[in-house]
């Protein structure tokens, strides 16, 4: 997932992708992942948002987005 806001169409693809990985793991899996700057907590941090604002956009075809939306949530 970008550490930027997300601009381009695959940077928002990439924040889904994202939020379904988390989904599949362990919230106490993903806060301890702090060995690099931006991991564990500081990613939480910037993928809740993002995936309540991929909800809403529109750039994504819907059949990208609509079984994931579903699962949009992260992990918590």
């Known amino acids: 997932m970008p550490e930027h806001e997300p601009r381009e169409i695959h ?6 992708w994202s939020g379904q990985l988390a989904a599949l793991l362990k919230l106490d899996d993903i806060t301890r992942d ?6 564990g907590t500081a990613y939480l941090q910037r993928l809740r948002p993002r995936l ?3 909800l809403g956009h529109t750039t994504l075809k819907p059949i990208e987005a609509c079984g994931c939306r579903a699962r949009a949530g992260p992990p918590g």
């Open 11 to 16: 940077e928002w693809r990439a924040v889904l």
């Open 34 to 39: 702090d060995e690099r700057p931006g991991g």
């Open 52 to 54: 309540i604002e991929v």
